[in-house]
């Protein structure tokens, strides 16, 4: 059996998620979650083969996630099943160690057999994707990800300073920088088109 848990924010695409796996002889669903902490806790509780996890959750990231589960003793392989069809978000995916990238209009019986190719050692990755990705390399630091991410909030240079624990001007000298990569006259234009290119 391949013992699998969920992590889906959206409680409808959690649902029938969990429906198709049901379905399947070869799986056992041993958890749901919401939110990335309570995944990570699920995960670490009850060692699964396999956790199938969306992108943007609240708590932890999906590719938060595949980066904290991959240092446990017993690391779960990691299937990403997202909306998200952006080249940097599967690039960073598969520097977290992520196994599979498929998007959520995969039909559920291509969905279970990539299940099957993952744990046999195979890696899937969804093909509209696969050949865009390695032209798509993100520029950010990720200190300048984490800035950004926090401009996105409208923060300003001071509040992240407080908030990271870094120095107003290197805050400063960080958001210059990543602007500067990207081509943005500002912060908020610079988080705009990281978010675009799925680097944040």
Do not use: C
């Not at 080249?87 to 099957?116: H, N, W």
């Not at 602007?179 to 988080?191: M, V, Y």
């Amino acid at each position: 059996m391949i013992r699998i848990v969920i992590a889906e924010d959206q409680t409808l695409l959690r649902e029938a998620l969990s429906t198709v796996i049901q379905l399947e002889r070869d799986f056992e669903l041993v958890g749901t979650a919401g939110d990335g902490e309570t995944t990570r806790r699920l995960v670490e509780r009850e060692q699964p083969d396999l956790l199938m996890t969306d992108i943007e959750m609240p708590g932890m990231t999906g590719l938060e996630l595949a980066e904290h589960v991959r240092n446990l003793p017993r690391p779960p392989r990691v299937l990403i099943v997202t909306t998200f069809d952006r080249p940097g978000y599967l690039r960073r995916a598969m520097e977290a160690g992520v196994q599979g990238y498929l998007l959520k209009d995969t039909p559920s019986a291509e969905l279970a057999a990539a299940i099957r190719r993952i744990m046999a050692g195979e890696r899937v990755v969804a093909p509209e994707l696969a050949f865009k990705a390695w032209d798509a390399a993100d520029p950010l630091t990720d200190t300048e990800r984490r800035l950004l991410r926090l401009a996105e909030q409208g923060l300003s240079s001071q509040a992240m300073a407080d908030e990271t624990g870094l120095a107003h001007g290197t805050v400063r000298n960080y958001l210059h920088a990543a602007g500067s990569k990207l081509g943005a006259p500002n912060r908020i234009a610079a988080a705009k088109i990281a978010r675009e290119k799925g680097w944040l």
